[in-house]
């Protein structure tokens, strides 16, 4: 979808395992959103970064989840010791600048089942 | 507690007629309005948005509608096609400029335009 690439698409973790998901921007973006959906929600944002700069974390979590866009490769949303509650459709987007949501473009998701 | 509420998870229409998606919001700090589609397995891309200092902004079959003071938006289409088909997201922002990191997402209304 517009060429922001996750992966990987499905994740099945065990409580207590780690979750990585990785998020390619477009290219030319260097602007990057991680936005979750929790079943009957609707998406909500989590954290916003440049590379290698976290601009707004203030909808992660206070535990357990960090995000890193490094200068080279995807961004990662890194979630430690996953609980079922972490069950969610995880979405990346990416925008050129700091934009507007209407000019801004998403992946396909990342879905995350915690057995 | 959920600021923007879509009250009808799913609508069914009939091809050629009017498809009328509804979106409340509680928080009247919100100042700019977007409406996004989704398909199955797809990220959300945009669609249409509207600003508090109008109440109607048109695009092709898509217009929305906000009644500011009933805290109140609708999304049309005119005429429903079966490509229409899809889970159709209102999101709000507090900032005029509709930052993508400061979106909140109602839970989505899944469209069915039938034959």
């Known amino acids: 979808n517009a060429g922001v690439m996750q992966n990987p698409r499905h994740l099945v973790r065990r409580r207590g395992q780690e979750a990585r998901l990785r998020c390619s921007p477009m290219k030319g973006h260097s602007h990057v959103y991680w936005y979750r959906q929790l079943p009957e929600e609707g998406l909500k944002f989590m954290v916003y970064?440049?590379?290698?700069?976290?601009?707004?974390e203030s909808g992660m979590p206070k535990e357990r989840f960090s995000a890193e866009f490094p200068k080279e490769g995807p961004s990662i949303l890194r979630i430690q010791q996953v609980v079922r509650g972490d069950s969610a459709a995880y979405f990346c987007?990416?925008?050129?600048?700091?934009?507007?949501?209407?000019?801004?473009?998403f992946g396909e998701g990342s879905w995350l089942t915690v057995v | 507690d959920q600021q923007v509420k879509q009250n009808s998870p799913s609508l069914s229409v009939q091809e050629g007629r009017i498809s009328i998606l509804n979106c409340d919001y509680t928080?009247?700090?919100?100042?700019?309005f977007l409406w996004y589609k989704k398909y199955p397995a797809e990220g959300p891309t945009f669609l249409i948005s509207i600003s508090s200092i109008k109440d109607k902004n048109e695009d092709g079959r898509f217009t929305v509608f906000l009644n500011k003071s009933a805290k109140h938006l609708s999304l049309h289409i005119v005429p429903s096609q079966p490509g229409d088909s899809a889970v159709y997201f209102c999101a709000a922002s507090a900032d005029i400029t509709g930052t993508a990191s400061k979106l909140t997402f109602g839970t989505g209304t899944r469209l069915q335009v039938t034959l």
């Open positions: 970064l440049q590379k290698e700069n976290i601009i707004d």
């Open positions: 928080n009247s700090m919100f100042d700019y």
């Open positions: 987007a990416s925008s050129p600048l700091g934009s507007s949501g209407n000019t801004i473009y």
